[in-house]
C-alpha cells in the first residue's frame, strides 16, 4: 500500500524487515520479496543496487521455483528494466528476449501484466538501440495489453510509457503530428508522484516531448515542456538532468 502511495522509502523499511524475517526461516518467499526490493530501489533511481539483488537472488529462484515460473520470470523482467537503466543495452536486449519466449512458452499461467511489461521494457532497449522496426511491434502489443481494464486504472502509466516510446518511433521517422498523438495522451502521469517510474523512465518520458517540438520546430511547445522537465529536479530527489 505505501508503494502504490509512491512513499518509497518508508515502503522499503517494511519490506527489508519482512525479508529479514522470511530469511530466518528460509520461507520460499524470498525471490518475491527480494524482486519488490529491488523494484523498489530502481524506483529511487538505484538500479545497481536493483541489479545486485535481482542477479543474487535469480539462481535461488530458478532452483527452488523453477526457470519458467511467474516469480523468476518477474525477476527476469525487473532484471531487463535495472540493466536498461544502466544503459547496459546488449545485456538487457538479451535477457529481455530470453523473458519474453519463455513467458510466450507459458502463457497460460501469465498475467497480462508480465506480458505487458516485458514487451514495453524490452521494446524500449531496442528503440534506445536504433531498432526501431524491430521495437514497433512489441510497443504496439504492450500499449494494447497495458491498456485492458485494470492495468489502466491502476497503472496508467505504463500504457503512458509504450505509447511515448512509440512517439520516438514516430519522431524518427518525422512523423511529429502521429508522434504527438502518441505522446500526449496520459502524459500528465510521468509528473504523479505515486507513478512507478524511476527518476530516469520520468526524465526519458518528458525529455522525449522536449526533442519532438524542437525537431518540429515548435519552439513554445519545446520551452513549456524543458519548463517542466526542469521541474522534476524539484521532485524527484535522484534526478539526473
Not at 531487463?80 to 537503466?85: D, I, M
Not at 495489453?145 to 500504457?159: D, K, V, Y
Not at 513554445?220 to 524527484?236: H, I, N, P, V, Y
Request: aromatic fraction near 6%.
Amino acid at each position: 500500500m505505501l508503494e502504490l502511495r509512491g512513499a518509497y522509502p518508508e515502503a522499503e523499511r517494511y519490506i527489508r524487515e519482512a525479508l529479514a524475517g522470511l530469511q530466518r526461516i528460509e520461507s520460499s518467499l524470498i525471490p518475491f520479496c527480494v524482486k519488490e526490493l529491488a523494484n523498489l530501489r530502481s524506483l529511487q533511481g538505484d538500479p545497481a543496487e536493483a541489479e545486485k539483488l535481482l542477479k543474487e537472488v535469480l539462481p535461488r529462484a530458478k532452483r527452488v521455483l523453477g526457470p519458467d515460473q511467474r516469480v523468476t520470470l518477474h525477476i527476469q523482467r525487473s532484471l531487463v528494466r535495472a540493466l536498461a537503466e544502466e544503459g547496459r543495452l546488449d545485456e538487457a536486449e538479451s535477457l529481455g528476449k530470453e523473458t519474453l519466449d519463455a513467458l510466450l512458452r507459458t502463457q497460460a499461467d501469465q498475467e497480462v501484466a508480465a506480458l505487458g511489461r516485458t514487451r514495453l521494457y524490452l521494446g524500449r532497449v531496442l528503440v534506445e538501440k536504433g531498432k526501431l522496426d524491430e521495437a514497433e511491434p512489441l510497443l504496439e502489443e504492450a500499449l494494447t495489453l497495458l491498456r485492458q481494464h485494470g492495468m489502466s486504472t491502476f497503472r496508467p502509466e505504463l500504457a503512458a510509457q509504450a505509447a511515448n516510446w512509440l512517439g520516438v518511433i514516430q519522431m524518427g521517422r518525422k512523423a511529429y503530428p502521429e508522434a504527438e498523438a502518441l505522446m500526449l495522451p496520459g502524459s500528465e502521469r510521468f509528473f504523479a508522484a505515486n507513478a512507478e517510474m524511476s527518476p530516469n523512465e520520468r526524465r526519458l518520458a518528458v525529455g522525449h516531448i522536449v526533442k519532438l517540438y524542437e525537431a518540429w520546430d515548435r519552439p513554445k511547445e519545446a520551452a513549456a515542456w524543458q519548463r517542466r522537465l526542469d521541474g522534476l529536479a524539484k521532485t524527484q530527489p535522484n534526478y539526473k538532468p
